[in-house]
C-alpha cells in the first residue's frame, strides 16, 4: 500500500461533505422523546444549579503561589486547615502554605 493517489486540502473535503450532506429540518418533541437526538440549537438553563460553583471531584484547594518552586524532584509541603463538604463551605486556605482538601460536589 502506497498511500493516496490524490489528497485534498481540509477546505476541499470540507466543501465535498457540504454538496454531499443535507440539513435536517429542526423539529419540536418532548423531552421524553429527545433520547438519542441532537438538539437543533444551543440550550441553556434560565438558573444555575447549584447556584455555585462546585468541585467535579475530590480534592485539595490552594493558593498558587504556595507552588512556586515546586517540582517532582523538590516538592511543596502544605498543612491542610480545613475542608469544604457539599452544602458547606471551607473560607480558606488563607495563607502560604496552606490547603484546604474539598469534597465533590462542594462550593
Do not use: C, N, Q
Amino acid at each position: 500500500m502506497k498511500g493516496f493517489r490524490e489528497r485534498a486540502s481540509v477546505e476541499e473535503a470540507l466543501a465535498v461533505l457540504e454538496r454531499r450532506v443535507a440539513h435536517l429540518d429542526a423539529e419540536s418533541v418532548s423531552v421524553t422523546a429527545a433520547a438519542g437526538r441532537v438538539a437543533a440549537a444551543d440550550i441553556a438553563a434560565a438558573v444555575d444549579v447549584p447556584h455555585f460553583a462546585r468541585a467535579a471531584m475530590d480534592g485539595y484547594a490552594l493558593a498558587g503561589e504556595s507552588t512556586f518552586g515546586a517540582s517532582s524532584y523538590a516538592p511543596v509541603e502544605v498543612r491542610v486547615v480545613g475542608s469544604s463538604m457539599p452544602g458547606r463551605a471551607f473560607t480558606g486556605p488563607g495563607a502560604r502554605g496552606e490547603a484546604g482538601s474539598i469534597a465533590a460536589g462542594a462550593p
